[in-house]
């Protein structure tokens, strides 16, 4: 049974930075392109970043470029994002995904669903 499990969410100033956290198990974790998604209340859910199965691939939506980074340690079979210069319009419910059947991020990453999925950790910044 594969289990996706997020943390390191929280409360935070404009401006401060948060580092999330994801492990994954019940899967072969470093067969798997992870990514990152948010989803803000009364929106859909959009793609933040993914890494492919190696880390040595990485991508961004352009909202969080040069602020945001993803990382991973196989070993460890955890996923990372580390959220730099973070901006009220950050806040949302972050969710982990593990990319079915990828190991490499998809083109279409961004709006991908067939993920394996975790709960998600709130991030709320204020103002």
């Known amino acids: 049974q594969v289990q996706v499990v997020e943390s390191g969410g929280g409360l935070v100033q404009a401006g401060g930075t948060l580092r999330l956290s994801c492990t994954a198990s019940?899967?072969?974790?470093?067969?798997?392109?992870m990514g990152w998604f948010r989803q803000a209340p009364g929106k859909e859910r959009e793609g933040v970043s993914c890494?492919?199965?190696?880390?040595?691939?990485?991508y961004y939506a352009d909202s969080v470029k040069g602020r945001f980074t993803i990382s991973r340690d196989n070993a460890k079979k955890t996923l990372y994002l580390q959220m730099n210069s973070l901006k009220p319009e950050d806040t949302a419910m972050y969710y982990c995904?593990?990319?079915?059947?990828?190991?490499?991020?998809?083109?279409?990453?961004?709006?991908?669903?067939?993920?394996?999925w975790g709960q998600g950790t709130q991030v709320t910044v204020s103002s």
């Open positions: 890494i492919s199965w190696g880390g040595g691939s990485t």
């Open positions: 995904a593990a990319f079915r059947g990828y190991r490499y991020c998809p083109g279409s990453w961004t709006f991908y669903k067939n993920n394996y």
């Open positions: 019940g899967l072969t974790f470093d067969a798997y392109a």
